[in-house]
DNA sequence: CCTACCGATCGGTAGG
DNA sequence: CCTACCGATCGGTAGG
């Protein structure tokens, strides 16, 4: 019994450090870049020795690749439930609020993801940009599609996606928790939308 | 006379070494970041030896901040030229025509400067900020002045800049040569106008 | 998770 | 604009 308590408390203790370390990478990649933010200082803030990072992660490129994977995931997650709604608007719509959602509720990973994945190196690299890929040619259907039905105004839905995801990644860099009841996901409906939808 | 030649010509290519090494740190310093890019591939793609660049910057931050202090001049220039304009109207489709021509003629100069501006310190970071700032009050203002004498929909004139910068900025990422001609100015105008204007 | 330590590379200076 | 060189710091390993 008290084997059993003891096992269950270093485990959760171990894979809360871990974590420790991954949020306080999210924040140095952030502030400083991927390149400006040392292991050094890293393993300092979470409160741990340089070389004990590597009984956690394998390098530093690790640490990166695991939030970029991560909030990928988190995006794509996302996506997959809007495309269950029933027309382009209400699919473009609930995609909209998620992907708003996800980045609201992980500001600083939302920022790493989208600026720092450019460090990635190898297949970790390859599979993370097909992910984004992906991300992007879906959302483009969703906009096609309320194109060619009528339910959008014709614009190229390469040039709307792109200008859509610009606007909404940049809130990772405004958008803080004393901005949180200023209706970002209102605003953002209303002034694509009224753009977007065809209003005959 | 010949002594003339002489001088202009030395002077001529010490000015283009120089703008040949910040044309190079602005490339390095959009795709590998400010921190990732060093002194000595700056050197090599300049065609000179590292410590050679301290005869032109005397430090690596003062190329970066060179490369922000330029470009804000530009996006300052653009708003100045826009105020005078007589209505809201044409004041926001000026500062958004010369915003985007702007980044599109200076896609990594862009990009640096809003994802890098970061890296500055001391005086120099201080003052690129106030510009900055400056800028986006100015810009709100128009907004702001818009709303107030019907000619926009009512928003928080806050939010609407941050969206509005973010989704042009992002251009510095995704606009190419190679996507000259595909109308971004008028795909641009046209979505956010139906948004913004008031349709009464 | 630590101490001890590595070679490589960093931005930058001296002196010409 | 170069050669020669600096101390500091980098990411990471060995071995416990």
Redesign the pocket.
């Known amino acids: 019994m008290i084997i059993i308590l003891k096992e269950t408390k270093r485990k959760k203790?171990?894979f809360s450090?871990k974590d420790e370390i991954i949020r306080q990478a999210t924040i140095m990649f952030k502030d400083r870049g991927y390149?400006g933010?040392?292991?050094?200082?890293l393993?300092q803030l979470?409160?741990?020795?340089?070389?004990?990072l590597?009984?956690?992660f394998?390098?530093?490129?690790d640490i990166l690749q695991r939030i970029c994977d991560e909030m990928a995931k988190k995006f794509m997650k996302g996506l997959a439930k809007s495309e269950k709604k029933e027309s382009a608007t209400e699919k473009l719509k609930t995609a909209l609020k998620l992907h708003i959602r996800t980045i609201t509720k992980n500001t600083d990973a939302s920022a790493v993801m989208w600026n720092e994945w450019k460090h990635l190196k190898g297949q970790g690299r390859t599979e993370f940009k097909k992910k984004i890929r992906n991300y992007e040619k879906r959302f483009q259907y969703i906009l096609k599609e309320g194109m060619d039905n009528g339910e959008f105004v014709y614009y190229n839905p390469v040039i709307l996606s792109k200008l859509i995801f610009s606007s909404l990644n940049g809130l990772s860099f405004w958008y803080h928790g004393n901005n949180k009841n200023i209706g970002i996901n209102k605003n953002l409906q209303k002034l694509l939308f009224q753009g977007i939808k065809n209003q005959d």
């Open positions: 203790k171990r450090r390149s933010a040392s292991v050094r200082d393993a979470s409160g741990i020795e340089a070389p004990s590597y009984s956690h394998k390098s530093k490129e």
